[in-house]
């Protein structure tokens, strides 16, 4: 390789793509990976986004299926959103956390470590759900609530 050649490598893991779909008010943006990390594939399709702010170009995270995560929400680390599951509000979901079904997350909820949230779990408020914790069916975590497993 000589000194005028310089190899520059892709920094962005996914884009927006031109396709929409609304959200009550909120505009959404189809995702699209561009090279592959964890499980997902270049040219995979993912889930909805309001904007780059909700999901992290960094780590493993992945928002996929028709999963919603807008507002000032945020996906980050090797945390993922599927299925029908909606993020939304200032809801952090971070770690290697995974949230499926038709689980919703709002406020200033926050799931991180290894918590599995599936089924239609809601959380809400400023609770906190960490650990090992895994909720599913119709369970709801809100307020100051704390549950660590």
Not at 20 to 28: P, Q, R, W, Y
């Amino acid at each position: 390789m000589n000194g005028t050649t310089s190899v520059h490598k892709n920094l962005m893991k996914y884009k927006l793509t031109e396709e929409t779909k609304k959200h009550g008010e909120v505009t959404l943006y189809l995702i699209q990976a561009l090279q592959d990390f964890g499980n997902v594939q270049a040219g995979s399709y993912g889930g909805w986004v309001e904007g780059e702010r909700n999901l992290s170009q960094e780590g493993d995270c992945w928002v996929g299926g028709n999963a919603l995560v807008y507002g000032n929400a945020r996906v980050c680390g090797n945390a993922r959103v599927y299925g029908n599951a909606r993020v939304g509000g200032d809801a952090q979901v971070y770690g290697d956390a995974r949230v499926s079904g038709d689980a919703q997350f709002s406020g200033d909820a926050q799931v991180y470590g290894y918590a599995q949230f599936s089924g239609d779990a809601l959380v809400c408020g400023n609770a906190q759900v960490s650990g090992d914790a895994q909720v599913s069916g119709y369970s709801w975590v809100c307020g100051d609530a704390r549950f660590d497993a």
